[in-house]
């Protein structure tokens, strides 16, 4: 290995990330717009994917985990080693929001260390009938998180709006 590539490397950091939420949030959808810059379509994850994003001085290994109920018992294990978690909720589907509640707050409170960041996505805002922000901050009652380190974002990963300055803030979370 090259002098500068030892170099880089040092100053390269190292995070895992899981992004976690209901099956059909839009979780793979993300990591696929983060990898390509643009939509692309995608297939039910089953169990797990994994991608490695490389940026300048942080190298972020993401683990995109399977919403369904069959995958959820992963997820323990794999959160337990995470320095950032990703949790995307799906704007649209009024339906499932207590459901994802109850798993958010399983992650937050049982299965993650509570120093790290916790980037919470509302995705999908790019259709008509959603939540706004401030209807889904009150519904998942994010205040409660008190000193955990965490922000909300509108996103939508089909046409990107809100996903440069959501991992803006991500990332920035690892370099403090
Ligand atoms: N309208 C809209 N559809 C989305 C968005 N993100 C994902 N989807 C769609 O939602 C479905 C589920 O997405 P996927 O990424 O597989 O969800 P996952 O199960 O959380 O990984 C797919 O049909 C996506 O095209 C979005 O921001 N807006
Ligand atoms: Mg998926």
């Known amino acids: 290995m090259s002098f500068l ?3 880089f ?5 190292r995070v895992t990330i899981t992004i976690c939420g209901l099956d059909n949030a839009g979780k793979t959808t993300i990591v696929r717009y983060l990898v390509a810059g643009e939509y692309k379509s995608t297939v039910p994850t089953m169990g797990v994917n994994r991608e490695v994003i490389d940026l300048p001085n942080l190298q972020m290994d993401i683990f995109d985990l399977g919403g369904q109920l069959d995958f959820r018992g992963i997820w323990p294990e794999i959160n337990e080693k995470s320095d950032g978690l990703v949790y995307v909720v799906d704007a649209s ?11 958010f707050y399983n992650i937050i409170n049982a299965q993650i260390n509570p ?3 916790v980037l919470i ?11 706004s922000r401030i ?5 998942f009652d994010l205040p409660s998180l008190g000193n955990i380190k965490w922000a909300c974002f509108v996103t939508s990963a089909i046409t990107g709006e809100g996903i440069y ?3 803006r803030w991500f990332i920035d979370a690892f370099q403090e």
């Open 115 to 117: 120093l790290i960041p």
């Open 93 to 103: 589907d009024y339906i499932r929001l207590d459901e994802s509640k109850e798993i």
């Open 135 to 139: 209807e889904f901050i009150n519904a």
């Open 121 to 131: 996505l509302l995705n999908k805002c790019d259709l008509e009938e959603r939540l």
């Open 9 to 13: 490397r040092q100053r390269t950091k």
């Open 5 to 7: 590539k030892r170099l």
């Open 165 to 167: 300055d959501a991992f």
